[in-house]
């Protein structure tokens, strides 16, 4: 069975303090590992997706790297509208259409 | 623009009433998925949908239900049998042969009352 695990649950950080979220995961062979950010009440909005183990994707402030046990965000000098909770999910090279399995999320909330 | 439209994005249910929940998507996507948020549990697939007038239980089917007669539309609905329906409600799509990521509406918040 496929599992993601996320942590810490929750991360509060001063405005220009950096620091990683993790994600491990057991996967019977790993096609994707996709990085979400979520805003309360909304639907999640996609960030990367990272396909093999030292792959390293960036987008303004984040990071995301890969392993083949798991996953981290990085977060550069966070400002406050980076305050969400991240999600993290895995889809197997078995699994059945592209269903994916989500961690639990980290809320990320960033204090000006 | 493309994308997908999730309607309510509120809906109360009674006791013993079924309940619908609709999800469009105008971005040509095969594959749609809808999911169950709780606080603290992350996102549970309840079914999904590869093609048209085809769809597979996912990790939660029990008291839900669904049809996929349009590529575009895949409606939930949420029986009496599911008794604990309080949650919200996702749905997604993909293109199901590339791993792109998941679309995301918006959320249907369902409470019951």
């Known amino acids: 069975e496929d599992q993601v695990t996320q942590s810490p649950e929750a991360l509060r950080l001063q405005e220009g303090e950096s620091s990683s979220l993790n994600c491990s995961y057991t996967?019977?062979?790993?096609?994707?590992l996709f990085w979400y950010r979520q805003d309360p009440g909304k639907g999640p909005e996609f960030l990367f997706t990272l396909y093999s183990a030292g792959e390293e994707k960036e987008k303004e402030r984040l990071k995301a790297t890969l392993t083949k046990k798991e996953s981290f965000l990085h977060i550069t000098a966070p400002k406050p509208e980076d305050s969400a909770t991240y999600l993290c999910a895995v889809q197997a090279e078995e699994t059945s259409g592209s269903r994916l399995t989500f961690g639990e999320g980290t809320q990320l909330t960033v204090n000006p | 623009d493309g994308g997908i439209t999730q309607s309510p994005k509120y809906l109360f249910r009674k006791e013993g009433q079924n309940v619908t929940l609709s999800c469009e998507q105008n971005?040509?996507?095969?594959?749609m998925y809808w999911y169950r948020q709780d606080p603290g549990q992350g996102l549970r697939l309840i079914y999904y949908s590869q093609i048209v007038n085809d769809f597979q239980k996912g990790d939660i089917a029990e008291g839900y239900s669904v049809s996929r007669e349009k590529k575009e539309s895949f409606p939930l609905t949420v029986t009496s049998a599911q008794k604990n329906p309080t949650a919200f409600y996702l749905c997604?799509?993909?293109?199901?042969?590339?791993?792109?990521?998941?679309?995301f509406g918006s959320g249907t918040r369902l409470t019951v009352v």
């Open positions: 971005l040509n996507h095969d594959a």
């Open positions: 997604a799509s993909s293109i199901p042969t590339d791993v792109y990521g998941y679309t």
């Open positions: 996967v019977s062979g790993l096609r994707g």
